[in-house]
């Protein structure tokens, strides 16, 4: 029972990282549409692979499903070199049509064996352990653990490999060509790993869920840092929490494994959007509020100091002018005296305000200005 | 030939066409090592794209480019490029400093990272164009500029002896266009060959020495002095233009 629990982690961590590494730049990109639709499009290869071979856990399996997928790229660039046709709506014809050549031949003539549509579109974590690699008779655990630890090897050696190059073509595509480092060549090498890893990770998640597996954490962790290789060590971290959160959530209510992993996923999203220093909606919200303080502050001091050592100052200082000279409800006006108290800008004595030296200095700053 | 009579770049009967209409048609000019010269011309003259055929970004339809005798991939190392500001996603996640380095990325080749030469290269570009205070400054946090000096600077390093840019002053202020200008002279005193797509036909005269009018076809090129006059001005423009004459 423990094996099990562990069994299932592990290919959950496992494919959560091989999936976010490729996805860092299809984030960067703007293409994690593209993963989408790899993911539908690879249904005939899958499909065809399986005639041949009558068994779906064939090596050959992967490699036609990976050859689906890249051509479905190439399907899409060629449609939007034309010119006739957007990038997106590129997409939009390429995979259902690929797609749907995957349904027509599951339900023409594999109608009675297990290959069915649930499997293909949510996949089952919970089996795959169930299906075990033997090595001369010794259990060395879950197949799926190697196929994806070997996924995530693949990925991660040509990351690491073509760091440069990828940042390069990713950021300046132009300058990539320019310099010789051939943009086309590095975006079909992405291509090939984001085809092979959303096939590996299909048998696990589905081809729905992989989407969120490879565009989740790559999003999270981009409104975190301005880092790119902080950006692909994060959506590592964030693609494991997510993935090990899911599992625990699934059963404790006892639902479908990839579906709590994609909740966490976006639970986790949101958490960072909402919560990150500097950047998340709170941290935006605070610092509005903190500027519009700070702007009435401004104004105050620059009132006072305008009026200082005149005949009128004395009633110019008065509180209760406040709201009529600079057009403040009083409640409003209340609360920047307050604001400019608590910063030590102004002082109050009886209803009279009179300025600090540094409330004098922040007048003429913003005078300065 | 001597040697002292190549041309740092030479285009010959250049035609690029974008579904059949053309964008270029039959273009010649020729460069010679050691000048600053600036492409002028209309919207949709197709000054961007002689830039991008001559770099072999985009392919022609027909003619010829040769930078120093021989085509451009045989002589990636010598040519630097300044691509418009606005071709990148400024909110990449990377720093300065980071993309000055990608000049160095052809000098590597292949997988080789860079190390610390390559940070100190890339130091000393920034200091030439005054940004050295800002290496570790988040790209997205930067001005127009800014990001104008940055992308000069990643030229820079790249130590070329043909420099071809792209609308380098492009949404930059007066001073920051003062001090780019400087740069391109002191790079031409050094021998190097600047060409320069430019919109600002007041300035053709006080910044470059050689200036190439283009609308679609070669109006003239050569000389500021020689050629750059009301009539061809008025051939490049469609008698649009109110010019000028200094």
Redesign the interface.
């Known amino acids: 029972m423990i094996q099990e629990h562990l069994d299932i982690q592990l290919i959950a961590i496992v494919t959560a990282v091989a999936c976010a590494l490729p996805g860092v730049f299809l984030v960067?990109r703007r293409m994690t549409l593209m993963s989408d639709a790899i993911s539908h499009a690879i249904l005939p290869g899958i499909v065809l692979a399986f005639f041949l071979t009558e068994s779906l856990s064939s090596p050959l399996l992967i490699l036609a499903a990976a050859a689906t997928g890249v051509l479905t790229v190439v399907f899409v660039e060629l449609l939007q070199r034309t010119?006739l046709v957007k990038e997106d709506a590129a997409i939009g014809l390429t995979f259902p049509a690929l797609f749907s050549i995957g349904v027509i031949l599951i339900s023409r003539f594999a109608g009675n064996v297990h290959l069915d549509m649930d499997a293909v579109l949510l996949g089952e974590l919970a089996y795959a352990p169930l299906n075990r690699l033997d090595i001369f008779g010794y259990d060395v655990g879950p197949v799926s653990v190697y196929v994806m630890g070997t996924i995530l090897l693949l990925n991660l050696t040509f990351i690491l490999?073509?760091?440069?190059?990828l940042?390069?073509a990713?950021?300046?595509a132009?300058?990539a060509?320019?310099?010789?480092?051939a943009p086309t060549l590095i975006h079909y090498g992405l291509m090939t790993l984001v085809s092979v890893t959303t096939v590996g990770a299909f048998d696990a998640v589905g081809s729905i869920l992989v989407v969120a597996l490879i565009a989740g954490p790559p999003a999270t962790a981009?409104l975190i840092?301005?880092?790119?290789s902080?950006?692909l060590t994060l959506s590592a971290v964030i693609g494991s929490v997510n993935a090990v959160s899911g599992y625990w959530l699934a059963y404790l209510f006892d639902v479908s494994i990839a579906g709590a992993i994609a909740t966490m996923t976006l639970l986790m999203f949101g958490l960072v959007f909402f919560l990150v220093p500097n950047r998340g909606l709170i941290a935006i919200a605070r610092r509005r509020t903190r500027q519009k303080w700070e702007f009435a502050q401004t104004m105050l001091v620059i009132h006072l100091f305008n009026h200082e050592g005149l005949p009128e100052a004395e009633a110019e200082s008065e509180v209760a002018h406040l709201h009529e000279h600079l057009r403040w409800d009083p409640a409003f006006a209340a609360q920047v005296v307050k604001y400019a108290l608590n910063n030590r800008c102004v002082l109050q004595e009886e209803t009279q305000l009179t300025l600090t030296e540094r409330g004098r200095t922040v007048a003429q700053q913003a005078l300065v200005q | 030939m001597q040697a002292s009579e190549a041309k740092a770049i030479e285009v010959t009967d250049l035609t690029v066409a974008y579904q059949e209409q053309p964008v270029l048609w039959d273009v010649d000019l020729d460069v010679p090592p050691g000048v600053l010269l600036s492409i002028v011309g209309p919207n949709g003259a197709g000054k961007t794209t002689l830039i991008k055929a001559i770099l072999g970004l985009v392919r022609p339809a027909a003619g010829n480019v040769l930078i120093y005798d021989k085509p451009y991939e045989a002589q990636r190392r010598i040519v630097g490029y300044v691509p418009q500001r606005g071709t990148v996603d400024w909110d990449f996640p990377t720093n300065v400093l980071d993309v000055v380095m990608m000049g160095r990325y052809g000098a590597l080749g292949w997988v080789r990272r860079p190390g610390r030469q390559e940070r100190e290269l890339a130091m000393q570009a920034l200091e030439k164009v005054g940004m050295e205070a800002y290496t570790t400054r988040q790209i997205s946090q930067l001005s127009g500029g800014q990001q104008q000096r940055v992308f000069l600077a990643r030229a820079l390093v790249q130590d070329a002896t043909v420099y071809l840019m792209d609308e380098p002053f492009q949404g930059v202020d007066a001073t920051t266009e003062r001090a780019i200008v400087t740069l391109l002279q002191e790079l031409r005193e050094k021998g190097k060959t600047v060409v320069v797509v430019h919109h600002d036909l007041q300035t053709v005269t006080d910044y470059f020495d050689w200036v190439m009018l283009l609308n679609i076809r070669r109006i003239a090129s050569g000389p500021v002095a020689e050629t750059f006059t009301p009539e061809n001005l008025r051939t490049t423009y469609g008698g649009r233009v109110a010019f000028m004459t200094k």
């Open positions: 960067l010119k490999l073509f760091y440069k190059e940042k390069l990713t950021f300046d132009s300058l060509a320019t310099l010789g480092f981009y840092t301005n880092r790119l902080l950006m």
